[in-house]
């Protein structure tokens, strides 16, 4: 797995809504936001539901599974430290879940990206407060349509 130095990339600031998803990450568990009350999962972290608007919630552990919506492939590195990663894909994952996460995906090359590519997470650990959780093609290949079913 590719390493990658703190100073190199801006790091998410941890607030108290995303507080428990970053401490999951740590643990290496991806934890994603339910409504208490209408049941709506919710990324990323808020303190109201968009739904109902209720402030109720709880975490739930997510498998980490799900397939590519959509991505770009970053050839020109903004802000310049982010340099050494040239080429990177950033993209939006479709969770199994039903969720969609925007990450950056690593081991995969830009020029073989296509949509509904199953992917998985992990978690690479930047600094002593955040691991980020990156995505990497399935080694299984069975994120399949699941995400696709999930959000229809």
């Known amino acids: 797995m590719e390493q990658i130095d703190a100073p190199f990339q801006a790091l998410p600031v941890v607030d108290p809504d995303s507080r428990p998803f970053w401490e999951g990450c740590r643990r290496h568990t991806l934890l994603i936001q339910r409504c208490a ?8 972290p808020a303190p109201l539901c968009w739904r109902c608007r209720s402030w109720e919630y709880t975490w739930e552990e997510q498998a980490g599974r799900g397939t590519v919506y959509t991505w770009v492939s970053v050839h020109h590195p903004i802000p310049p430290s982010m340099a050494p990663l040239v080429p990177y894909v950033v993209a939006l994952i479709d969770l199994e879940a039903g969720v969609r996460m925007p990450t950056r995906l690593i081991e995969v090359a830009p020029d073989v990206m296509y949509a509904g590519m199953p992917v998985e997470v992990r ?3 930047v600094s002593d407060e955040i691991t980020l959780p990156l995505f990497a093609p399935s080694e299984s290949g069975d994120a399949g349509g699941a995400a696709i079913q999930a959000r229809a």
């Open 37 to 44: 009350d209408c049941g709506q999962l919710r990324f990323p």
């Open 123 to 125: 978690f690479e650990e």
